[in-house]
């Protein structure tokens, strides 16, 4: 979990470098932006440098840990005692007295769980740690920082506390957590990392320095994809066209069958634009594809459609050029698609879809957005043929 091993942010690991370099150091920093795109990976690489016994200047002014110290080694198992990475965790057992550690509150399963989802944080930093009801980081997490705190005067080198998604602090933490955070500490770090920014108190937030983190830029997560994963570059590229530059989400699509459900997608699409009988099978349809879905497959399900149009779009005004065609394997398809369809308001479908992606997210019954969003789609493509007037449903609310 070195500098090294995080997929791009070259300016905020430049920014960091620069503070390591000229010993100005913040007392707490907030790294902020979107889900996936490294956050925890920086704090934990950071920490790691700011223990490190032979910091390797790199190019780019960009200072890395050796990975070679014993330092490093404690630091790679998340096992350094300088290095503490807090996280939301369930309600503890009954009778576990207030002032007991926050993992010893734990049931005995909840704490072999926690224990390989850290094994698999150390291994792999961008992994989102995930244990049953662990929504909220608890009062008693902050306690042991407090604790830990004490200590440090005891120790060498620079304590670090990490708070992933520090969103989930409740007020009651938060509070705890701003009395530590205004107390002065030598040689103490404090790094929250979150992708709800505006959720966190004021107070807190005006008392770290914000960094924030990047979307990660397309041709440096193809090339992670390609090389952590073994993809081929253009199953790469077609993950990385839907995970919008974060490489947690790519993740999460890289086990589902991406060509099969853009098949279904566009199959879907086509039976939108049927003449006759269209709403009735679409419904039928819907459920066999989406009924199983959660909200983030029917997203990328909407953004595999409006990537499929979009490329359709991208024909009928470049007819001649395919190299800005993202599903490059369906070519043929997309450019036959096209021609069927060459009065479509194009631009009126790909913005309705981005609505659809918005209420997705916000919640709303989700297989009305999909029926609303091909109904909406079938007015797109047909509304200048005749096809369409012919046969307009007079109860179409869209
Ligand atoms: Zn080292």
């Known amino acids: 979990m070195s500098f090294s091993s995080v997929i791009a942010q070259h300016r905020v690991k430049t920014i960091l470098s620069r503070a390591f370099k000229e010993k100005a150091i913040a007392h707490a920093y907030c790294f902020y932006g979107q889900d996936g795109i490294g956050k925890d990976a920086l704090a934990l690489g950071f920490a790691k440098l700011l223990n490190c016994t032979s910091p390797q200047y790199q190019e780019n002014d960009i200072i890395d840990a050796c990975n070679q110290c014993k330092n490093c080694k404690d630091a790679n198992r998340l096992?350094?005692?300088?290095?503490?990475?807090?996280?939301?965790?369930?309600?503890?057992?009954?009778?576990?007295?207030?002032?007991?550690?926050?993992?010893?509150?734990?049931?005995?399963?909840?704490?072999?769980?926690?224990?390989?989802?850290?094994?698999?944080?150390?291994?792999?930093?961008?992994?989102?740690?995930?244990?049953?009801?662990?929504?909220?980081?608890?009062?008693?997490?902050?306690?042991?920082?407090?604790?830990?705190?004490?200590?440090?005067?005891m120790q060498e080198g620079r304590r670090v506390f990490i708070i992933s998604q520090a969103e989930r602090m409740n007020m009651e933490?938060?509070?705890?957590?701003?009395?530590?955070?205004?107390?002065?500490h030598d040689n103490i770090t404090f790094i929250l990392t979150t992708s709800k920014k505006d959720a966190l108190p004021q107070t807190v937030l005006s008392r770290c320095q914000q960094v924030y983190c990047d979307l990660l830029p397309t041709q440096e997560l193809v090339n992670a994809l390609c090389s952590k994963h073994n993809l081929e570059e253009s199953e790469a590229q077609l993950i990385n066209a839907f995970a919008q530059g974060s490489y947690g989400r790519a993740l999460s699509y890289m086990n589902e069958d991406m060509q099969s459900m853009r098949r279904d997608i566009v199959d879907l699409l086509r039976i939108a634009l049927k003449r006759k009988q269209y709403r009735l099978d679409l419904m039928k349809q819907l459920e066999i594809i989406a009924s199983d879905k959660d909200r983030t497959m029917l997203e990328l399900l909407l953004r595999m459609l409006a990537l499929w149009i979009r490329d359709c779009h991208y024909v009928v005004n470049v007819p001649n050029e395919d190299s800005g065609i993202i599903n490059k394997d369906?070519?043929?398809?997309?450019?036959?698609?096209?021609?069927?369809?060459?009065?479509?308001?194009?631009?009126?479908?790909?913005?309705?879809?981005?609505?659809?992606?918005?209420?997705?997210?916000?919640?709303?019954?989700?297989?009305?957005?999909?029926?609303?969003?091909?109904?909406?789609?079938?007015?797109?493509?047909?509304?200048?043929?005749?096809?369409?007037?012919?046969?307009?449903?007079?109860?179409h609310v869209i």
């Open 79 to 153: 096992e350094h005692p300088n290095i503490m990475l807090i996280t939301a965790l369930p309600a503890g057992k009954v009778n576990t007295k207030n002032e007991d550690s926050p993992l010893l509150q734990l049931s005995e399963d909840m704490l072999s769980i926690y224990a390989s989802e850290m094994k698999l944080k150390s291994e792999d930093p961008y992994h989102v740690i995930q244990i049953p009801n662990a929504q909220i980081i608890r009062l008693a997490s902050i306690r042991e920082i407090k604790k830990n705190v004490r200590m440090s005067a």
């Open 330 to 395: 369906q070519i043929e398809s997309i450019k036959k698609f096209a021609q069927a369809f060459p009065d479509a308001d194009y631009h009126a479908i790909l913005h309705m879809i981005e609505q659809s992606i918005e209420h997705i997210r916000r919640n709303v019954n989700p297989g009305i957005v999909m029926l609303t969003t091909m109904l909406s789609c079938r007015e797109g493509f047909l509304l200048n043929t005749s096809e369409y007037l012919d046969h307009a449903p007079k109860d």
């Open 173 to 184: 933490s938060a509070n705890a957590f701003l009395k530590t955070l205004e107390e002065p």
